[in-house]
């Protein structure tokens, strides 16, 4: 990936913004209550491409139990509702029949794969009640929580990556035309092709 692929940081009212000056994704709330109450939000927003109407839309998903005290210690678990308790993550999390981190699958971006018409701004929101990343790697690797990395290298880029928090938004804007990866690099199964097109590739999307 070259530097230009990098993108850019996208100029946003709230300024909560990214520690790395290439992170084509900057952090916004839907509104003053996301960030400052760490989760308060109550609206839902699904993950849709929606290339005609407003801004293309990934969620970042978990299903965490908020009744499991087991979360507390690393975060809590702000849904309202779930499903999941932590000793079920954590048997989620391997399999005998992989060499490296499967991860629960309801730690999840919706959709995982995007295509967007370059210039579009997507819209990032954590829908679920833990942390998470929205970072752009060169190649999906480990993330910064080594016990969630069982046979992976530690991507380059997600030690220095900036957590989302419950009911936030981030931005990605500025992406080249082509293939871009992006990870969580707290579950780093958690991952994300945006293919960036032409404008002029579909005519019907074309701002
Ligand atoms: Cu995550």
């Given at each position: 990936?070259?530097?230009?692929?990098?993108?850019?940081?996208?100029?946003?009212?709230?300024?909560?913004?990214?520690?790395?000056?290439?992170?084509?994704?900057?952090?916004?709330?839907?509104?003053?209550?996301?960030?400052?109450?760490?989760?308060?939000?109550?609206?839902?927003?699904?993950?849709?491409?929606?290339?005609?109407?407003?801004?293309?839309?990934?969620a970042m998903r978990d299903d965490c139990d908020p009744t499991?005290?087991?979360?507390?210690?690393?975060?809590?678990?702000?849904?309202?509702?779930?499903?999941?308790?932590?000793?079920?993550?954590?048997?989620?999390?391997?399999?005998?029949?992989?060499?490296?981190?499967?991860?629960?699958?309801?730690?999840?971006?919706?959709?995982?794969?995007?295509?967007?018409?370059?210039?579009?701004?997507?819209?990032?929101?954590?829908?679920?009640?833990?942390?998470?990343?929205?970072?752009?790697?060169?190649?999906?690797?480990?993330?910064?929580?080594?016990?969630?990395?069982?046979?992976?290298?530690?991507?380059?880029?997600?030690?220095?990556?900036?957590?989302?928090?419950?009911?936030?938004?981030?931005?990605?804007?500025?992406?080249?035309?082509?293939?871009?990866?992006?990870?969580?690099?707290?579950?780093?199964?958690?991952?994300?092709?945006?293919?960036?097109?032409?404008?002029?590739?579909?005519?019907?999307?074309?701002?």
């Amino acid at each position: 990936m070259t530097r230009s692929q990098a993108g850019r940081i996208a100029a946003l009212t709230l300024a909560f913004t990214a520690a790395c000056g290439k992170d084509p994704v900057s952090i916004a709330g839907r509104d003053a209550s996301t960030i400052t109450a760490n989760g308060a939000a109550t609206t839902s927003r699904a993950g849709n491409d929606d290339d005609e109407h407003g801004a293309p839309t990934i969620a970042m998903r978990d299903d965490c139990d908020p009744t499991d005290p087991a979360w507390a210690p690393t975060g809590g678990c702000l849904l309202r509702r779930g499903n999941v308790r932590q000793a079920e993550f954590n048997l989620e999390l391997t399999s005998p029949l992989i060499t490296s981190t499967v991860g629960h699958m309801a730690w999840r971006m919706d959709p995982t794969y995007l295509v967007v018409q370059a210039g579009r701004t997507v819209r990032v929101t954590n829908e679920g009640g833990r942390a998470h990343t929205f970072t752009e790697v060169r190649q999906f690797g480990g993330g910064k929580v080594p016990p969630l990395n069982r046979g992976m290298a530690v991507a380059p880029e997600c030690p220095g990556s900036v957590n989302v928090a419950p009911g936030a938004t981030v931005e990605v804007d500025g992406l080249a035309v082509g293939n871009h990866h992006f990870q969580c690099c707290i579950h780093p199964w958690m991952r994300e092709l945006i293919k960036v097109q032409e404008r002029d590739q579909n005519s019907s999307a074309a701002m």
